[in-house]
């Protein structure tokens, strides 16, 4: 069964300004917010499972973009989570830039298949510069989801 | 002998878990990096959208996702064997493609699965290939 990005994408896991400057601790205000949301089971372990990854490998994609994921059953249900930073954070991209625009891709275990295609959606989307443009221009979370399903 | 820098390249899903399976394994003897590379050819494109009647746009983004599926499956099984990969997904020739990229990351031995592509890089790869 296909589905959307912008049907996982809740309005109330967009943050527009993220505050942070390091890479962990974007990660950690991304992951504030949705435990304040409800949609985190354990926070601790959620965190753990993807420092574990970002200690491997980089999730900076290049252009500007970074998407940290995590299979962890500190969730029960996929979560995804978008945030901007106009600094840009370090992600250790390969080309060397700092990432503008994060989405946090975290799933259940059991739930391989659908985290993988969720991975693969919004790369796909990322790569696109006009989407990028605009994404790093809006004014609202309403407009991120709007210019998510507009081009997805 | 040891390779830092592994470069896998993937140009059919089918065929990608396989090769990624050897990548993987060298990669863990050697303590090496693995840059996952995926190139569609413009030229497969047209082809599927010929043969199946469909929209060249449609068929371009079903393919790119399924070729982005295909590079996190590969960084999930290296992952699983704590092995570094950096994903990357191009479209245009590959033979070309796979020279800019040995070039430009430094690659010492490339691993690509038997098939079409593999008898290519026989002969032209600047770097030693390992055909899975």
């Keep these: 069964m296909d589905?959307?990005?912008?049907?996982?994408?809740?309005?109330?896991?967009?943050?527009?300004?993220?505050?942070?400057?390091?890479?962990?601790?974007?990660?950690?205000?991304l992951a504030e917010h949705l435990v304040s949301k409800n949609l985190?089971?354990?926070?601790?372990?959620?965190?753990?499972?993807?420092?574990?990854?970002?200690?491997?490998?980089?999730?900076?994609?290049?252009?500007?973009?970074?998407?940290p994921h995590a299979r962890t059953n500190a969730v029960k249900n996929l979560v995804l989570a978008f945030g901007r930073s106009e600094a840009g954070v370090d992600f250790s991209s390969?080309?060397?830039?700092?990432?503008?625009?994060?989405?946090?891709?975290?799933?259940?275990?059991?739930?391989?298949?659908?985290?993988?295609?969720?991975?693969?959606?919004?790369?796909?989307?990322?790569?696109?510069?006009?989407?990028?443009?605009?994404?790093?221009?809006?004014?609202?979370?309403?407009?991120?989801?709007?210019i998510i399903k507009a081009n997805e | 002998m040891?390779?830092?820098?592994?470069?896998?390249?993937?140009?059919?899903?089918?065929?990608?878990?396989?090769?990624?399976?050897?990548?993987?394994?060298?990669?863990e003897q050697s303590k090496a990096r693995i840059f996952v590379l995926y190139v569609t050819e413009p030229a497969r494109k047209k082809k599927l959208a010929s043969l199946t009647k469909r929209d060249q746009s449609a068929v371009s983004k079903e393919l790119e996702e399924s070729a982005w599926q295909s590079l996190y499956i590969v960084e999930d099984m290296a992952f699983e064997k704590e092995v570094k990969t950096s994903l990357h997904y191009e479209e245009g020739a590959v033979l070309e493609m796979v020279i800019e990229f040995?070039?430009?990351?430094?690659?010492?031995?490339?691993?690509?699965?038997?098939?079409?592509?593999?008898?290519?890089?026989?002969?032209?790869?600047?770097?030693?290939v390992f055909i899975a």
């Design chain 1, 40 to 67: 985190i089971v354990n926070k601790d372990e959620f965190l753990a499972a993807i420092a574990k990854r970002e200690n491997l490998e980089s999730t900076g994609i290049g252009n500007g973009i970074a998407i």
């Design chain 2, 102 to 128: 040995v070039k430009n990351y430094d690659i010492k031995l490339l691993v690509l699965s038997n098939g079409e592509t593999a008898k290519k890089f026989a002969v032209a790869s600047p770097v030693p």
């Design chain 1, 94 to 146: 390969i080309d060397g830039r700092p990432s503008h625009l994060i989405f946090m891709i975290v799933s259940p275990e059991e739930k391989k298949s659908d985290y993988i295609k969720t991975l693969a959606k919004i790369s796909r989307l990322m790569r696109r510069e006009e989407v990028r443009s605009l994404l790093r221009s809006a004014r609202q979370p309403d407009e991120i989801m709007d």
């Design chain 1, 3 to 29: 589905f959307k990005i912008s049907e996982l994408l809740a309005r109330e896991a967009i943050i527009l300004q993220l505050t942070s400057k390091e890479k962990m601790s974007v990660i950690q205000e």
């Design chain 2, 2 to 27: 040891m390779f830092s820098r592994i470069l896998l390249l993937l140009t059919d899903p089918q065929a990608s878990q396989s090769s990624a399976r050897w990548a993987i394994a060298l990669a």
